[in-house]
């Protein structure tokens, strides 16, 4: 009797090992079918480094990577609070939603990339709280960007967005 239990644990070992490759190649024939049919370029980010007839200039392409920052602190917070404003605002039918989404996504990278390490303005209550909006935003929009912002989120973001803006006239 005990040959047999031994015999049958030894059987479903094999046959769990045998099941975890299968599962493991099957995980892996998804990925590369996914990345074969390009479901990691969704069309509306590939529409802003995309010409009709000709490729994007040096230029041109840093401009898209910055999201339109000149490294003036006051200037880039106060473009990029209007930015927000005009995504969070947003009406649920408008037709450029996700044009105006995904340079929100593209402006947010580009603020918290340029300023996180800036150690001059890095400390400002401005920017920390200018962060937090641009965090709140962000992680709304990784959760679902095809919906309108709630309008709790929304006039959490506003409050936010106001006081940042009112911190950097006071130059804090």
Known sequence: M???YESLLKFL??????LQGLFRAAIAVALVTL???????????????????????????????????????????????KTMREAINLPENA???????????YKINAYISRYRADRENGGLY????????????AGYYNGSMKRAVPTKTRDRLSQELNRAETALAQGR
């Open 2 to 4: 005990k040959a047999e």
């Open 13 to 18: 070992k094999a046959l769990q090992v045998s």
């Open 35 to 81: 990345i074969v049919i390009g479901g990691f370029a969704p069309e509306a980010n590939a529409a802003l480094f995309t010409k009709k007839s000709e490729a994007l200039s040096t230029k041109e392409t840093q401009a898209l990577v910055n999201a339109g920052l000149t490294g003036n602190y006051s200037a880039d917070t106060t473009d990029t609070i």
């Open 95 to 105: 037709d450029n939603r996700i044009a105006v989404k995904t340079a929100a996504r």
């Open 126 to 137: 401005s920017y920390t709280t200018m962060s937090t909006a641009l965090n709140t935003l």
